[in-house]
């Protein structure tokens, strides 16, 4: 049986990750309280920001950002909106 958590961003119980995805106490905050979907979903709109505002990983104002975008993304609240962006179809 999988492990539920009460998830910060649905505010319903719901499966948690398997594991902390970072170490220390910010990993262990997202594995008590973040679902696996909305970690899913964090994950794909990271890469949408990571790809279409060109962030670069090794520059720390751009690792601020998308650690600030992380945590408005998770607390369900309004996120950096990339202009003119499609999504990819099927």
């Known amino acids: 049986m999988s492990r539920t958590v009460f998830c910060r ?29 909305a970690w899913q979903e964090w994950q794909n709109y990271q890469t949408m920001l990571i790809n279409e505002k060109q962030l670069v990983m090794a520059k720390s104002a751009d690792r601020k950002f998308l650690s600030a975008e992380m945590e408005k993304f998770l607390s369900n609240e309004s996120v950096e909106v990339v202009q003119g962006y499609v999504p990819p179809t099927d």
């Open 9 to 37: 961003k649905y505010k319903q119980e719901k499966p948690g990750l398997d594991q902390a995805p970072y170490p220390g106490p910010k990993g262990e905050e997202i594995f008590n309280n973040v679902s696996a979907q």
